[in-house]
């Protein structure tokens, strides 16, 4: 069955993200997109993760960081941009571009007052 209808995102892809380790709709967002657009499915999704069990939570209870941080399917920190500076003999100019020629501007003419 559907889930979310905006990024058509099934129960079964929602219950294999929280096999996953995934417990809140937000974490099942950040991996689907589901409940990120139009937000009517998020509810479906609270109940479908229901309140059971969570991994990640107990293992923050237990204050093992560690595991949950390396059980994290995309880390809250992403590599950055490569900004490697380039030469400017290797960046290609853009060709010129003309400007359109100027287009007569037609103007209807009022009938003279007599």
Do not use: W
């Not at 689907?32 to 509810?43: M, P």
């Not at 999704?45 to 237990?62: N, T, V």
Request: glycine share 8%; charged share 20%; aromatic share 2%.
């Amino acid at each position: 069955m559907y889930v979310c209808s905006c990024f058509g995102i099934t129960d079964k892809q929602v219950k294999d993200h929280a096999a996953a380790g995934a417990c809140t709709p937000r974490q099942i967002a950040s991996a689907t997109k589901a409940g990120t657009d139009c937000g009517s499915c998020v509810r479906t999704i609270q109940g479908i993760l229901g309140r059971g069990a969570c991994p990640r939570r107990e293992q923050l209870e237990k204050g093992n960081v560690a595991a949950v941080l390396a059980a994290d399917p995309e880390p809250a920190t992403k590599a950055a941009p490569d900004l490697t500076a380039v030469p400017v003999a290797a960046v290609a100019a853009p060709a010129a571009v003309a400007a359109p020629a100027p287009q007569p501007v037609l103007v209807p003419r009022l009938a003279e007052a007599a």
